[in-house]
């Protein structure tokens, strides 16, 4: 049973649009969440991380928590072609070491 | 940004073999992890480690896998006999602090290792 769910699976949006993507826990020891970026061939790089009920916004890039539902979700504005990429939700939990347990991931495609 | 590096990219090698997969951290990050990522499925916690020592395993990190990182060198996981099943990328992580809800965990490309 995965413990991070990711929806959609794949997303296209047209340039200067918005793209929303979301990420669920079924584990109620989740306490925190990240998103990554990953380009094709190149490393995950992390985007935002949040633990606050509520939301955290920096640039084009938005992202909620609802902690009671677990559920984060991830909002880009204005999308741009070189926001094409699989986007990765991560949960941790405070007591497990630094683990982080990855949702299977949402392929976005900006088209121009 | 920092960056973690990792050696091969690429691998190809016959089951039954030895294989070593290098990584290089981000040069002042203490803790260090390896995932591993089955082609088409979500990327997995195999191990972290921190001061010579493993702090944390999953059921995946099998008796075959072994990681050590001697005087501040590469950062190693080490497959010894690989089987089939071994075939994934793996991605190596490093942080300044401990992960998770402490800090970033940068990771590095990864390298594709397939087993024949």
């Known amino acids: 049973q995965q413990k991070v769910q990711q929806s959609p699976e794949s997303l296209i949006v047209p340039e200067g649009g918005m793209a929303s993507l979301n990420c669920t826990s079924s584990d109620r020891n989740v306490d925190y969440f990240w998103w990554y970026r990953q380009h094709s061939g190149k490393s995950p790089k992390m985007l935002m991380?949040?633990?606050?009920?509520g939301e955290k916004e920096e640039g084009r890039f938005t992202v909620h928590l609802n902690k009671a539902s677990l559920h984060t979700s991830l909002h880009i504005r204005d999308s741009q072609p070189s926001d094409s990429a699989l986007y990765l939700c991560?949960?941790?939990?405070?007591?497990?070491?630094?683990?982080?347990?990855f949702g299977q991931g949402t392929k976005l495609s900006i088209k121009p | 940004g920092p960056k973690v590096l990792q050696i091969p990219s690429h691998q190809i090698i016959d089951m039954g073999q030895m294989v070593t997969l290098n990584c290089d951290p981000v040069?002042?990050?203490?803790?260090f992890y390896w995932y591993k990522q089955i082609l088409g499925q979500q990327m997995e916690f195999l191990v972290n480690f921190y001061n010579g020592k493993v702090m944390e395993k999953s059921k995946l990190f099998k008796d075959q896998f072994s990681v050590e990182r001697p005087d501040g060198s590469y950062f190693t996981l080490k497959i010894q006999p690989t089987a089939l099943e071994d075939s994934a990328v793996y991605f190596c992580?490093?942080?300044?602090?401990?992960?998770?809800?402490?800090?970033?965990?940068?990771f590095g490309p990864g390298t594709r290792l397939l087993v024949l």
């Open positions: 040069s002042n990050h203490l803790y």
């Open positions: 992580a490093s942080s300044p602090r401990l992960g998770g809800n402490q800090d970033t965990q940068y």
């Open positions: 991560a949960a941790s939990m405070g007591y497990n070491q630094g683990k982080l347990i």
């Open positions: 991380s949040i633990f606050s009920n």
